[in-house]
């Protein structure tokens, strides 16, 4: 098993991950890390393990506004299929529409065109 080494809150720790995630362990350690230094910034020295919950509350914050967004760009997403769907069984319809009116259309010119001739068959 692979190892990730991490520091957040001025703290080293070494973090088991699988194969090819020490980047990404180590990217999400980095991200914790700045929300803390970003909230300490704002509150001062307000304890460690506070400054921790903060930022965890913070970026749980963020992810589920994050998940509603997401939810809702994709029932967005879902209707704008529906619309689309919609819009092309109708065009579908005028097609059929239209194909049948040329073809009324042909079987009439035909017919003047036999008249014309004096071919009344």
Do not use: P
């Not at 995630?21 to 350690?29: D, G, R, T, W």
């Not at 029932?75 to 919609?86: G, M, T």
């Not at 069984?89 to 010119?109: C, K, S, Y």
Request: some cysteine.
């Amino acid at each position: 098993m692979a190892q990730a080494v991490v520091t957040i809150a001025g703290r080293t720790y070494r973090m088991n991950c699988d194969e090819g995630e020490e980047a990404h362990i180590e990217s999400l350690a980095k991200l914790v890390d700045e929300k803390i230094e970003s909230l300490r910034g704002a509150f001062g020295e307000i304890g460690d393990q506070r400054i921790v919950v903060m930022a965890a509350l913070t970026l749980a914050d963020e992810f589920a506004e994050a998940q509603k967004q997401l939810k809702a760009q994709g029932e967005a997403l879902a209707q704008a299929r529906q619309h689309a769907e919609r819009a092309d069984m109708q065009r579908q319809e005028w097609a059929e529409e239209a194909a049948t009116a040329l073809n009324e259309a042909a079987g009439q010119v035909e017919a003047a065109t036999r008249a014309l001739n004096g071919d009344l068959s």
